[in-house]
């Protein structure tokens, strides 16, 4: 199985700061890779599929990045509404995997 | 607009079976692609079960093949999960989700891009 590890695991920040989650997985998996991010008590929601394609109605603050192993989830300038858990995805392979994902606080 | 429902989650004891349903609406479900990942609370996802928009593609990650078989019905526009020898380490929040992607022949996710509330499935004596 493909492993897909996220770092950190968890972070703080402020609103306005601009937030890096990193994900990488231990083979290559081209651009199959996804975003998600969960809010407690709710269930995931896709914003990003194939590294770098928003999906609608997503903020253009949310961006990603990279290719083969090493991937990028970007928040530009952080709001309030998105401290949440975000998860990687990795569609390459089956089974398909996850991250462990990383919380990101308001400092 | 999307809507999955899920259904049939209660507490179980190890070795017994459970069914989860997954009622769907708001898009062509013969379409597409769907899906049960699987979070114990407070932890990760797990993809657990994916089946292609014909149903001729099934997939499932190790730790349930044998025990758990995913199925769809067009007629009912519904997804089901048969979860048969439940153990402890089975015992979690299991959503369904729809594929984003349509007519592709794989069971593999290659996106979530709805997911329902999720059906609790507790395994315990």
């Known amino acids: 199985d493909i492993q897909m590890t996220q770092s950190p695991s968890s972070l703080s920040a402020s609103v306005g700061d601009r937030v890096t989650i990193t994900c990488r997985a231990s083979q290559t998996i081209y651009n199959y890779l996804n975003w998600y991010q969960q809010k407690p008590g709710k269930a995931p929601e896709l914003l990003i599929s194939t590294t770098s394609s928003l999906q609608t109605a997503v903020p253009s603050r949310f961006s990603g990045s990279g290719s083969g192993t090493d991937f990028t989830l970007t928040i530009n300038s952080v709001r309030p509404e998105d401290f949440a858990t975000y998860y990687c995805q990795q569609s390459y392979d089956i089974p398909s995997t996850f991250g462990q994902g990383t919380k990101v606080e308001i400092k | 607009e999307v809507q999955l429902v899920e259904s049939g989650g209660g507490l179980v004891q190890p070795g017994r079976s459970l069914r989860l349903s997954c009622a769907a609406s708001g898009f062509i479900f013969d379409d597409f692609g769907m899906h049960w990942v699987r979070q114990v609370p407070g932890k990760g996802l797990e993809w657990v079960s994916g089946?292609?928009?014909?149903?001729?593609?099934?997939a499932y990650v190790d730790s349930v093949k044998g025990r758990f078989t995913i199925s769809r019905d067009t007629a009912k526009n519904s997804l089901y999960l048969q979860m048969n020898s439940l153990r402890s380490e089975d015992t979690a929040l299991y959503y369904c989700a729809k594929d984003i992607k349509d007519r592709v022949d794989t069971a593999m996710l290659l996106g979530a891009d709805s997911w329902g509330q999720g059906a609790l499935v507790i395994v315990s004596s």
């Open positions: 089946i292609s928009w014909t149903g001729d593609d099934v």
